[in-house]
């Protein structure tokens, strides 16, 4: 149980382009979805939270508008990366949460954006 | 100083000892302790989730939270190469260990020997 993916694994992109990541919780409906990114060497770091139906809330330093979360169902999530820079090529990585115990996390999504 | 420290290592050491991994936090509202386990390139897998202060023990896994001390620790005994991954702290202050976004610490990378 508690089984979390992600999708696509990994991607490549031009400068400039926008990417979708989904994420989706495939046996339990997760009331809250959280999404971090990963940097080499470094530690996760918490970009947003987002609960079903609502507004996502963003940590401070992420671009709301760059990085646009949709949470249209207790079993999807999605992550758009806006205009992606080689800067933004990281390790994005959701969690889903049903309301009991802990944060499941998904296999995570490695971007590079050229 | 940051909120969670965690020496990333490597810690290298041989098949069957007993492995100690080890996290120091700063702020005392964390009340919420896990501990997981990340492969190369793969999301981190839930291995222990505790609240509060005590030992909490899983088969060959021992978690314990000092909270006096705002210090954590995981015991593995008879350490098996598979068990060669890196391992992060995470903690939370919300009222549900996993309702609220995870701080992490870097992650210690460990190796076992066969």
Redesign the interface.
């Given at each position: 149980g508690?089984v979390?993916s992600?999708h696509p694994s990994w991607v490549i992109c031009k400068s400039g382009t926008s990417v979708k990541i989904e994420c989706r919780s495939l046996d339990f409906q997760a009331t809250?979805m959280?999404w971090y990114r990963q940097f080499p060497?470094?530690?996760?770091?918490?970009m947003a939270?987002s609960n079903e139906g609502s507004k996502a809330t963003y940590?401070q330093g992420v671009e709301k508008d760059k990085f646009l979360i949709n949470h249209a169902s207790l079993t999807l999530s999605t992550l758009t990366v806006t205009s992606a820079h080689p800067e933004d090529s990281s390790?994005y990585?959701c969690?889903a949460?049903?309301?009991?115990?802990?944060?499941?996390?998904?296999?995570?999504t490695?971007l590079l954006v050229l | 100083q940051k909120e969670v420290e965690q020496d990333p290592g490597p810690l290298s050491v041989p098949e069957g000892a007993i492995v100690s991994l080890n996290c120091t936090y700063s702020n005392s509202a964390f009340q919420y302790f896990m501990w997981y386990r990340q492969y190369s390139r793969k999301g981190p897998e839930l291995l222990m989730y505790t609240y509060s202060s005590g030992n909490k023990e899983d088969g060959r896994f021992t978690a314990q939270v000092d909270k006096s001390s705002k210090y954590i620790s995981l015991f593995i005994r008879d350490s098996q190469p598979s068990d060669s991954a890196t391992y992060l702290c995470a903690m939370s202050a919300g009222s549900g260990g996993g309702a609220d976004g995870l701080t992490f610490g870097k992650g210690t990378h460990l190796i076992i020997q066969p």
């Amino acid at each position: 149980g508690a089984v979390v993916s992600q999708h696509p694994s990994w991607v490549i992109c031009k400068s400039g382009t926008s990417v979708k990541i989904e994420c989706r919780s495939l046996d339990f409906q997760a009331t809250t979805m959280f999404w971090y990114r990963q940097f080499p060497k470094q530690s996760l770091m918490l970009m947003a939270t987002s609960n079903e139906g609502s507004k996502a809330t963003y940590e401070q330093g992420v671009e709301k508008d760059k990085f646009l979360i949709n949470h249209a169902s207790l079993t999807l999530s999605t992550l758009t990366v806006t205009s992606a820079h080689p800067e933004d090529s990281s390790f994005y990585i959701c969690s889903a949460y049903s309301g009991r115990e802990t944060q499941y996390f998904g296999p995570g999504t490695r971007l590079l954006v050229l | 100083q940051k909120e969670v420290e965690q020496d990333p290592g490597p810690l290298s050491v041989p098949e069957g000892a007993i492995v100690s991994l080890n996290c120091t936090y700063s702020n005392s509202a964390f009340q919420y302790f896990m501990w997981y386990r990340q492969y190369s390139r793969k999301g981190p897998e839930l291995l222990m989730y505790t609240y509060s202060s005590g030992n909490k023990e899983d088969g060959r896994f021992t978690a314990q939270v000092d909270k006096s001390s705002k210090y954590i620790s995981l015991f593995i005994r008879d350490s098996q190469p598979s068990d060669s991954a890196t391992y992060l702290c995470a903690m939370s202050a919300g009222s549900g260990g996993g309702a609220d976004g995870l701080t992490f610490g870097k992650g210690t990378h460990l190796i076992i020997q066969p």
